[in-house]
Nanobody, 114 residues
Framework: QVQLVESGGGLVQPGGSLKLSCAASGFSLSSCVMRWYRQAPGKEREFIARISTAGDSTGYADSVKGRFTISRDNVKNTMFLQMNSLKPEDTAVYYC???????WGQGTLVTVSS
């Protein structure tokens, strides 16, 4: 069964950091371009980062560029999102996506608040 499971969300103060993980099962992560999205309350889901199959090319939304870093470990079949300098407007449910299978995880909630 093809599955993506996000983890690592939680409550963090403004300016803090979190690292999200996206663990894949049922398929090889190395075969897919992978993406992170997020959905804030009352808003549409938005793209925030992508990474190529080999991990040598990345892209970011302007809202997170310079603060977030996407990476992957194809041996561990896992993708990551390092989030630094977090702001209250980063509060959202974060989802990972396997583009080649159009598969989504269940999401992990990140809350940035003092």
């Amino acid at each position: 069964q093809v599955q993506l499971v996000e983890s690592g969300g939680g409550l963090v103060q403004p300016g803090g950091s979190l690292k999200l993980s996206c663990a894949a099962s049922g398929f090889s992560l190395s075969s897919c371009v992978m993406r992170w999205y997020r959905q804030a309350p009352g808003k549409e889901r938005e793209f925030i980062a992508r990474i190529s199959t080999a991990g040598d090319s990345t892209g970011y939304a302007d809202s997170v560029k310079g603060r977030f870093t996407i990476s992957r470990d194809n041996v561990k079949n896992t993708m990551f999102l390092q989030m630094n300098s977090l702001k209250p407007e980063d509060t959202a449910v974060y989802y990972c996506n396997a583009a080649c299978l159009n598969t989504w995880g269940q999401g992990t909630l990140v809350t940035v608040s003092s």
